[in-house]
């Protein structure tokens, strides 16, 4: 598959503040959670966490999974647990899943709850940090799991800016942090995933590259979602750009005679995809 190249301009000024707030708090708590996005679960997991974390036990939130292929989420759950973490699936929006959170906590630190019943301090709260990349659901997973308004949530990178203790029951106290994302993108395609997904601005790279290249990636897993959406067939030799123009003149995005605006149509596909009007699509694989 042939990727157009794009120059990916990001620079997270606020990200070095958040990391060192992280750091100077991880000995205060017992746990880490980190919120993945399931539709990205590679690229949505911040390589400096690990570093961050330590030896801590870790619960991974796989969220989102409303708008994820239930099949990909599925493997991803398999391919995380074979690296000893503990797994849960969730729909911040709707609540799916996130009762099930204090519960996993607890099955994740029995050792801790048995070490504090042996000293004598039973009903000594739990401590977990909740972490996770801008714009995962984290705000809105919080206040899900609380019960009220606790968390500060938009639908906007770098919405939480400091900490925040929050309370969730007697035994359970939740360290709110600002989303971090790291100084430099590994791969092109790590930049795509999170501004195809809105955890950073799309308008840090070309929309048209970036709309096109999100056409290459449906025509190879869910080409039914461009027959479906936009009412043409994928050809196999088309390149992104093509496949972008097609969209455009099916929709009637006419800029002059012979030629149709692609921009538009790229900040329309990126729009419906945001709105689940394609469907179900996981954008990146484990066995990829």
């Given amino acids: ?57 870790r619960l991974v939130i796989l969220n989102r999974c409303d708008l994820a292929d239930p099949k990909a989420t ?8 074979q690296q000893g973490l503990a797994v849960l699936e969730t729909d911040a929006k709707s609540g799916k899943g996130v009762k099930e959170f204090a519960p996993a906590v ?41 019960g009220r308004k606790a968390a500060i949530a938009g639908d906007k990178p770098g919405v939480t800016r400091g ?26 395609q790590v930049g795509e995933m999170l501004a195809i997904t809105n955890a950073i601005k799309a308008d840090v790279l070309d929309k048209e590259t970036l709309g096109a290249n999100f056409m290459l990636r449906l025509r190879e897993h869910y080409p039914e979602a461009i027959r479906e959406r936009y009412k043409f067939e994928p050809e196999a030799e088309a390149n992104g750009f093509e496949l972008l123009e097609e969209a455009a003149k099916k929709r009637g995005f006419l800029v002059s ?26 954008l990146e694989y484990p066995n990829e």
């Fill in 74 to 81: 599925a493997a991803w759950r398999r391919k995380l647990e």
């Fill in 257 to 282: 005679r012979g030629e149709y605006d692609i921009e538009r149509m790229a900040n329309t596909l990126l729009g419906e995809y945001h709105d689940g009007k394609l469907g179900k699509l996981t």
């Fill in 163 to 188: 900490k925040q203790w929050i309370n969730i029951d007697k035994g359970l106290d939740l360290l709110d942090t600002p989303g971090i994302l790291w100084p430099k993108f590994e791969s092109q």
């Fill in 106 to 146: 607890r099955r994740l630190l029995a050792d801790k709850l048995a070490e504090y019943e042996a000293k004598g301090q039973v009903g000594r709260p739990l401590r977990v940090m909740i972490l996770g990349i801008p714009n995962v659901g984290k705000s809105t997973f919080i206040n899900k799991v609380a």
């Fill in 1 to 57: 598959m042939n990727y157009e190249k794009m120059n990916i301009q990001w620079f997270p000024g606020h990200m070095t503040k958040a990391q060192r707030m992280i750091e100077d708090n991880i000995k205060q708590v017992d746990a880490v959670c980190e919120i993945l996005d399931a539709r990205i679960p590679r690229s949505s997991r911040n390589p400096d966490i690990d570093r961050l974390a330590g030896d801590k036990p």
